[in-house]
Structures are given as structure tokens and as C-alpha cells.
């Protein structure tokens, strides 16, 4: 999230795997191929749901570090605006941008930013979002993050902006140890495309190691269109780091059964092996965090002018209408064990 990323975006190229026909080969034909994870079924640590995000999570209030054009609203202000609520119709937790205020060009947008107030070192998390923020100028992420930025260390593991036709996930390590991808062969370790091997992160060169998921279905409106999904992110000290999405029709029974056992599913989107990167010291003491701002380092600049978007991205804060669906409809965030 923190990553000024100029000019990866908007050129990812499509692939076209069906999840189905992965699932059935990926496993039988390259069975041999090390993955990053363990054959084990996961328990229940933390299961996050409706009020909780508002009892369990801190909501940040501080100018956005990214340098967005948003105001980042206290829960009170943000309840009492609606743009933090939730639907008792189905218990979703809706964080959204404001779209009816007046607003300048230029100016900023009322907006939520909210991080678990525990913090993980491992384990299995699932995010289930029914939609998630789209429009001109929108920069929606769920990502995890340690203190003193980049020490221990940063995980975005859905990440976009603007009209981003699919998902972008990222390592950011920030200590001496090494941390790169590791290069795979033949697809064999991921699906997505990596877009650069070096973690290492500092305030000034931040881009990390991303990869971008194919599948048009991982971010945006392909995401909501195929009415959300899941993200996880499976983190292993000693095997790696690997991120799932499965759009809603895919969803893996052992993961509606809260029963996850990830050596079952089809190969991750994105991975990272240990092989090439000391997990243990680069990542410790995450909190989770989940967050929309608008323009800023990433969806403003050059990326808002390559996007498609009309005019300026400062001129479309001022388009109230525009921030209509900025909004993400989270089911639950489930931590696994
Ligand atoms: C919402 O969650 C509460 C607490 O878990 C539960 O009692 C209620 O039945 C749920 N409502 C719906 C519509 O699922
Ligand atoms: C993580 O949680 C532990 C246990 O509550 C706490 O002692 C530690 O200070 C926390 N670390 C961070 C970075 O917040
Ligand atoms: C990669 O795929 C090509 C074409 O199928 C094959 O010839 C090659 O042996 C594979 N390499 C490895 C390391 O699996
Ligand atoms: C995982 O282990 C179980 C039981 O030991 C086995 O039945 C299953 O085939 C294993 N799955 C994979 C993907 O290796
Ligand atoms: C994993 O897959 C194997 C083989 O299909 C199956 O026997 C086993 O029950 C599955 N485990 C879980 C926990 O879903
Ligand atoms: C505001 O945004 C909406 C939705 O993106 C668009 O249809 C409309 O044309 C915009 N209005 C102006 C004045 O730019």
C-alpha cells in the first residue's frame, strides 16, 4: 500500500486458465515441484464479522500517508456519516467513500482506514468480500503491515487502482536480510506474472516484489461482477508466502466449511518461497488493515492519466457520483492457525 508504483499497472496481460481445469492438472502433473506450504488443515484462530470490525479494529485518522485525497474519518464520524455500517440484512461490514458530500477539486473525501488491533506473525488469513471499491481514482487494499515501516515488513494482498482490471500482490521487506522472489519454471509455483523479484523497500524505492493476478475476476469490477469472493494469504516462516482468489463460484468447500486446507486447492495466484527470502526477519507482528483513499501515489499522477479515467484525478474527487460503488461489502475476515 505504501508502494509508489509509477508505471506497473494497466499494461498485465490476460491469461486465460479456467480454475476448474487448474485444479484437476496443476496437482497430478507437477506434484513433484516443492510448494510453499504444508499438507494440513487449518484451525480457527480469529473470526472477524460485522460489529467486530468496529469493537476488534482501530479506525486511523491521521493524513494518509500515500498522500491521497481523503480525510480519514474517527468511527464515530464515520458511523454517523454512513460510510462505516452494518447491513443487518446479511451482517456485511460496508466501508465506503463518501459520494454525496461537496467536495473541490483538489479537495479531499471522507474515507475509512481500520487495522486489527491484534497483530499475526503466520498463519492462514481469508478475507471474504461480497464487493469491493471501484472508480475513477479509487486505490481499495487489503494488505498487512508491521511497526516501524519497512522493518518487519509488508504484505499487499489486494491491491489496485483506478480501473485496474485485476489484482496486484505485493512483498515489501525493508530489513538487510535478503528477500527476492524466487523465479519459477513453466508456471509450476504461481499463476500471476511477476512484476519485479527484489522485496527490498525503503521510502524512496518502494515498488517491492509484486506479482499481478491473471484473472479478471481478482480485482474491480470483474471482482463484483462475479459477486466478490476470497482472498487468502497463506504465511509460512518456514515454507513462504502464497495468495489465493477464488471468485465466488470457486470458492472451495473446505474453505466455506471453515475446515482450509490449502494443499487442496489449485496453485496460488502469487508466492513467494523461503528459499529465497528469510520470512522470519523481514515479516513479524502484523496487523491487518483495510482501506480506500483516492488519488494519491499510486491512482493519481501518470497512473490516473494512462488509466482511461476522464480529465484529472483531483477534478474527479469533485464528482460525487463517481464514488457511488467506492465501497467494500466485507462478509467476514477469518485468521486460520
Ligand atoms: C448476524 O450475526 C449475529 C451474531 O452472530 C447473529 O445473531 C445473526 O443471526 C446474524 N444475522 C444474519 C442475518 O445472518
Ligand atoms: C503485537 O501483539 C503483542 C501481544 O499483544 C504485543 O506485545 C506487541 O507489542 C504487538 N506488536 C505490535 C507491533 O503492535
Ligand atoms: C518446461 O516446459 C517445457 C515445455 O513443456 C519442457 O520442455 C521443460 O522440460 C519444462 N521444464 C521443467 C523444468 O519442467
Ligand atoms: C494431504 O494429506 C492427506 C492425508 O494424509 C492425503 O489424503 C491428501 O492426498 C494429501 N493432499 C495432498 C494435496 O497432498
Ligand atoms: C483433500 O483432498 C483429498 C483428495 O481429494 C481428500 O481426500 C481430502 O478429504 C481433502 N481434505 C480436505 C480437508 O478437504
Ligand atoms: C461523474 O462521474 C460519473 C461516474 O463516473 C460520470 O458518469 C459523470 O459523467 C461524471 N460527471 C462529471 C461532471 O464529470
Known sequence: ??????????TIPFGTQL?????????????SVARNYVNKTYELQDFYQAEDFFEEWSFFTSADPTGGNVNYL??????????????????????AVDSTSTVPVGGNRNSVRITSNKNYTGGLFILDAAAMPVGCGTWPSFWTVGAHWPTSGEIDIVEGVNNQNSNQMTLHSGTSNACALTPQVNNTMFTGTA????????????AGCGISDPNPTSFGYGFNDADGGVF?????????MSIWHFARADIPEDI????????NWST?????????????????????????TVCGGWAGGSAYSKSGCPGTCSEIVANATNFADAKWVINSVAVYQ
Request: one cysteine or more; proline letters at 3%; glycine letters at 6%.
Open 1 to 10: 500500500m505504501h508502494a509508489l508504483f509509477l508505471s506497473l499497472l494497466a
Open 232 to 240: 487468502a494469504l497463506l504465511w509460512d516462516s518456514e515454507n513462504g
Open 19 to 31: 480454475a476448474g481445469a487448474h485444479r484437476t492438472t496443476s496437482r497430478s502433473r507437477h506434484r
Open 256 to 263: 466455506t466449511n471453515r475446515t482450509p486446507t490449502p494443499a
Open 268 to 292: 496460488p495466484a502469487g508466492s513467494w518461497s523461503a528459499q529465497t527470502c528469510d520470512i522470519a526477519a523481514n515479516f513479524y507482528q502484523h496487523s491487518l488493515v483495510i482501506d480506500t
Open 195 to 206: 512484476l519485479g523479484t527484489n522485496c527490498y523497500s525503503t521510502a524512496t524505492a518502494n
Open 74 to 95: 474517527s468511527m464515530q464520524d464515520a458511523t454517523s456519516q454512513g460510510i462505516a455500517y452494518v447491513d443487518d440484512c446479511d451482517n456485511s461490514t460496508v466501508l
